[in-house]
């Protein structure tokens, strides 16, 4: 059973670099079944796709975001990562990572709990 | 604004169905498979329906999905309590080259 779970800092400033982890268990990240993707949520809202990065370091980001967002795979690790420059309020949120179907990429089927994110001063 | 457009909330009592709708348009939906996904309060979303049509094992019978040119939908029947959730439709979108979620849709049970 493919386990993911996010790590990193719950508070971060105006205009500074929000970066997090997502630790990946019970398959590899250079599994070529799978992308690997970053949603989130602001408090009350509906979901927002973020982007997705491939074992092979292809990315797709949501044009909303784009200039702002890199998301890596570090293979060693089995781990894949976030960071969002610039940071207003605006992207206080709760941050997930999933597993999103190579062969479906509207099958997001395994996501980690999720992990509140505030951006304040 | 979403790309998707979903209904704020829909409601109905116990035992009875309702019908969430998921509106998109040619890029994403009329190009793409839609799953859906329900998101109970305080919990991450789980996937329910993936291809359109095709229920995760887990995913009751009484929740089945459709989709037809650029819209899709999800139908839940023998509405039970435990239903109670936000529900959101994703797709991918071929123009954008992004994938899509939309806004929500709150089932309550009354």
């Known amino acids: 059973q493919l386990q993911l779970e996010e790590s990193g800092p719950g508070l971060v400033k105006p205009s500074e670099t929000l970066s997090l982890t997502c630790a990946v268990s019970?398959?590899?990240?250079?599994?070529?079944?799978?992308?690997w993707g970053w949603i989130r949520q602001s408090p009350g809202k509906g979901l927002e796709y973020i982007g997705i990065?491939?074992?092979?370091?292809?990315?797709y980001y949501t044009p909303s975001l784009k200039g702002r967002v890199t998301i890596s795979v570090h293979t060693s690790r089995n781990q894949f990562s976030l960071e969002l420059t610039s940071v207003t309020a605006a992207d206080t949120a709760v941050y997930y990572c999933?597993?999103?179907?190579?062969?479906?990429?509207?099958?997001?089927?395994?996501w980690g709990q999720g992990t509140l994110v505030t951006v304040s001063s | 604004q979403s790309v998707l457009t979903q209904p704020p909330s829909v409601s109905a009592a116990p035992g009875q169905k309702v019908t969430i709708s998921c509106s998109g348009s040619s890029s994403n939906i009329g190009r793409n498979h839609v799953s859906w996904y329900q998101q109970l309060p305080g919990t991450a979303p789980k996937l329910l329906i993936c291809?359109?049509?095709k229920r995760l094992s887990g995913t009751p019978d009484r929740f089945s999905g459709s989709k037809s040119g650029t819209s899709a939908t999800l139908d839940i029947t023998g509405l039970q309590t435990g239903d109670e959730a936000e529900y959101y439709c994703?797709?991918?979108?071929?123009?954008?080259?992004?994938?899509?979620f939309g806004g929500g849709t709150k089932v309550t049970v009354l």
């Open positions: 999933a597993s999103l179907d190579y062969y479906d990429t509207t099958k997001f089927e395994y």
């Open positions: 994703g797709t991918w979108d071929s123009s954008l080259y992004t994938g899509l």
């Open positions: 291809e359109n049509n």
């Open positions: 019970g398959a590899s990240i250079g599994n070529s079944n799978y992308y």
């Open positions: 990065v491939y074992f092979s370091g292809s990315t």
